[in-house]
């Protein structure tokens, strides 16, 4: 039986796709282990998953108020700590990685985790990317975390030298994993998408090219197969008081602003006055994101936890931070979307779903006002069009099956894979567990 290893980091949304893909590749017959941080493992045997620890809980990073004070205020001051600690948690994951993928036969990883491709290297197994995103070089459009006007084709290949940048803070540590832990010499070519010589690395893109096309100019390596849907399992249904609220009036929109829990108590203000302004009703996640449950009104329900691929069943409309799973819920419901982006690719998917005709104009959570929710809010439950497109966009999605397809590229990739030997100047033998450090 072949052993597949899929190896993430992040938050929630980092965590379902992978998730998604571990369940449908056990299903075909494979053996499967899936690494992300402590705080997944429970998720991850939910669903009859292997689970193996790649460090503490991302959150725990997420929430200090160093990153708060770097999102908000100045990355100049408080982004070295940031950095390094940053970098321990790439080095204590890669450290818990090498032994998860002892005995492996394919390795699939993200660029969060991108020394898979070293470990792959010294184990003499295949590698496959995945992204959520689009993240290989284009012109047709910039960087999926540039948010500003649009000055071309040459202007948005430009963008992409930023992956440049974020590939130094990931291989700082490599050269030294690769030594110490690989038996490997230091790293000289490659990158994200590279093996160590050069070569391209297949990279699925675990999204719909419904929702974004795959430019022209990307090579062959890279392909679009659909979204990875997690269909939740739990028996989870609307409490009574959920019931309650749901009956006293017209369906509710969702508010929400993700994993990143920045500006709590600016974002709850700009909630509840938005609300009353529009005059409508909302039901917010407490989650560990930006919101603060208490003292809300009538109007506005608080609920502890609940999947989206249910919970928006209930629900006229999102608004939400962009993130790609939450997107994909949102769209794949058919829903009208109002995105309020922070980092990373959220504002991409914000353009997205505002090009697509799902929703309004995206506006940066830093620059949203209380005025600016509540007119998005009302576009949003009277404009006829947004529904129309989105109801569109479901019907489309519906017909996709992403990780089907995925694995039939994952099974191509194996089987065409020839081992070579690792670059070194002299084979040392690879020593197949190490202590970790955390």
């Not at 998604?20 to 299903?27: E, F, S, T, V």
């Not at 001051?77 to 940031?82: R, W, Y």
């Not at 995103?133 to 910039?142: A, C, D, G």
């Not at 007119?375 to 529904?387: H, V």
Request: charged share 20%.
């Amino acid at each position: 039986m072949k052993r597949i290893a899929l190896v993430t980091i992040g938050t929630q949304g980092d965590v379902q796709p992978y998730l998604a893909l571990a369940i449908a590749l056990k299903d075909r017959g494979y053996s499967v282990v899936l690494g992300a941080s402590e705080e997944f493992q429970d998720m991850v045997e939910g669903y009859g998953i292997e689970f193996h620890t790649l460090g503490p809980s991302i959150r725990g990073f997420l929430t200090q108020q160093r990153f708060e004070n770097a999102m908000s205020q100045s990355m100049l001051i408080n982004g070295p700590s940031l950095l390094r600690q940053g970098q321990q948690i790439v080095d204590t994951a890669a450290r818990h990685a090498w032994n998860m993928c002892q005995g492996a036969d394919m390795l699939i990883l993200n660029m969060n985790t991108s020394f898979g491709i070293d470990i792959a290297e010294a184990l003499r197994i295949p590698a496959i990317m995945v992204a959520l995103q689009p993240l290989n070089s284009t012109s047709e459009f910039p960087l999926c975390m540039y948010y500003g006007a649009d000055f071309g084709p040459a202007f948005n290949k430009l963008t992409y030298t930023a992956m440049t940048v974020q590939q130094i803070y990931y291989n700082l540590p490599r050269n030294k994993l690769r030594r110490e832990l690989m038996g490997l010499d230091a790293r000289k070519k490659g990158g994200f998408f590279r093996n160590t010589d050069g070569t391209s690395l297949t990279t699925l893109y675990a999204y719909s090219a419904v929702v974004s096309p795959r430019p022209r100019d990307w090579p062959k390596s890279a392909i679009v197969t659909g979204y990875w849907q997690l269909k939740d399992r739990t028996d989870w249904q609307p409490s009574p008081a959920f019931e309650k609220f749901l009956s006293e009036g017209e369906a509710p929109v969702y508010i929400g602003f993700g994993s990143m829990p920045f500006g709590a108590e600016r974002n709850t203000r700009i909630l509840k006055e938005a609300v009353a302004m529009w005059g409508g009703r909302a039901v917010v996640a407490r989650g560990w994101g930006g919101i603060n449950p208490q003292d809300l009104p009538e109007t506005i329900f608080a609920i502890e936890k609940a999947p989206h691929d249910k919970l928006f069943k209930y629900v006229s409309a999102v608004v939400h931070h962009g993130g790609a799973g939450t997107t994909s819920a949102g769209l794949h419901l058919g829903r009208p979307t109002f995105v309020v982006p922070q980092t990373v690719d959220q504002p991409y998917w914000g353009r997205r779903v505002y090009e697509l005709g799902c929703g309004p104009k995206p506006v940066r959570l830093r620059k949203l006002t209380s005025e600016i929710l509540a007119g998005a809010l009302a576009d949003l439950s009277t404009n006829p069009d947004y529904r129309r497109n989105a109801g569109e966009i479901a019907e489309q999605l519906h017909g996709e099956d992403g990780t089907d397809r995925a694995i039939k590229i994952i099974e191509r990739v194996m089987a065409s894979y020839v081992p070579r030997m690792p670059g070194e100047k002299k084979e040392r033998k690879i020593k197949p567990v190490l202590k970790l450090v955390g």
